[in-house]
């Protein structure tokens, strides 16, 4: 009885006595009764949940790209942001699609690491271009240089490297959850809240939770341009290169391990969430954990077109996915277009307001 006497009501936190007659463990403070098994489980939940999350990714061992005649590769640096990217050795003029910087120095390719798999470009240039210019038609009050196709078109296709982690992990969670519910009986209005304590787990496996491994990249363009469809990935090959720059990474498997982390238990977390969708008012999150061991990672390329364009001393940096064309970026509002805008807004309003007035004077 010891035991039993130490639990606590989940709802107001109150001690709990047992009930020899209801078999039932009651809250005083309350009024509400729990089943000594329902309170076990709770209480082993709880204290599971409670436990820190336990991540194990194996070790990456990188490989070393070894040219085998699918095409010339060229070095290219930029002495403004310090980017290394590689490329076919036939391109043209090259555009740093980091900083926007026009002077790139080509330098004869160097041995550089091999990623495993490359997600191919599905959205050419001309259509890059046209879903960008379909979201600057969503934008309002946008400068005028954001709709220059000269300025368009210096976009540049690029692979970015991405760390992409699989796991089969084991999730659990406990929820606070409400449900409303309203009535009148003709005199006075009534609101009925009641409260649960929600405990979900089960198995889940992840494929290709990806992780930007460039330094370079702002992680909030290149999430906001996901999602990618890893089932095109295909084995590298460098043929793939063609037209197009690559990076490779600088933000190690280990370093990444972190972010990977934090992926995978958000999106266990809003599984299990999405469970009770619809049958409760409210449901927030109150402790969640997640475990598995044999993650693997994997190194990858993944196509996206870059476009910087300065406005007002600020450069703008915009991604666009390339495969779906999904663009990522913030644009800038004109302060003169603005100001034009609600200055029209005005003048039609106030001669509508003044023909009113002359109508309304001249008809009494």
């Known amino acids: 009885m010891a035991e039993i006497r130490n639990f606590k009501c989940p709802c107001c936190g109150a001690a709990l006595v047992f009930d020899g007659v209801s078999q039932t463990l009651d809250c005083s403070s309350c009024g509400n009764s729990f089943e000594v098994e329902t309170l076990k489980q709770l209480d082993e939940c709880t204290g599971e949940t409670a436990k820190e999350s336990k991540f194990d990714w194996e070790h990456y061992e990188p490989r070393s790209y070894e040219p085998d005649g699918e095409i010339d590769l060229a070095s290219y640096s930029c002495p ?26 080509k330098r004869n390719f160097e041995g550089t690491l091999r990623p495993d798999y490359i997600i191919p470009f599905k959205t050419d240039k001309n259509g890059a271009m046209r879903a960008f210019e379909n979201a600057c038609a969503n934008a309002p009050f946008l400068p ?16 970015v490297p991405y760390w992409m982690f ?14 409303v519910s309203a009535w009148s009986d003709g005199r006075f209005d009534y609101i009925k809240t009641d409260f649960y304590k929600l405990i979900r ?11 930007d491994a460039s330094s370079k990249t702002d992680n909030r363009y290149m999430e906001g341009a996901e999602p990618f469809d890893c ?19 600088d933000v190690s498997a280990d370093d990444s391990i972190e972010r990977a982390n934090e ?17 409760y008012a409210t449901v927030i999150p109150e402790s969640s954990r997640v475990s598995f061991s044999g993650g693997k990672i994997r190194y990858s390329l993944l196509p996206v077109w870059m476009l910087n364009i300065k406005y007002m001393d600020k450069m703008y940096k915009y991604v666009i996915n390339g495969q779906t064309g999904k663009v990522s970026g913030e644009f800038p509002t004109s302060k003169t277009k603005k100001a034009r805008f609600f200055a029209a807004v005005f003048g039609v309003t106030f001669a509508v307001c003044a023909a009113c007035v002359w109508a309304f004077t001249n008809f009494m």
């Open 80 to 105: 403004s942001c310090g980017a290394e990217i590689a490329g076919d050795n036939n391109l043209g003029a090259t555009i740093c699609p980091y900083c926007g910087n026009s002077t790139i120095v």
């Open 144 to 159: 005028k240089e954001f709709k220059d196709k000269r300025v368009v078109e210096k976009m540049t296709g690029v692979y």
């Open 166 to 179: 699989d796991c089969d992990c084991e999730a659990s969670a406990v929820f606070n959850a409400t449900r």
């Open 201 to 211: 787990a089960g198995n889940i496996g992840f494929t290709n939770v990806p992780v």
């Open 231 to 249: 089932g095109a990935a295909v084995d590298f090959n460098a043929g793939y290169l063609s037209g197009y720059l690559a990076d490779r990474y």
């Open 263 to 279: 992926r995978v238990k958000n999106t266990a977390a809003s599984i299990l969430n999405s469970t009770a969708a619809g049958l």
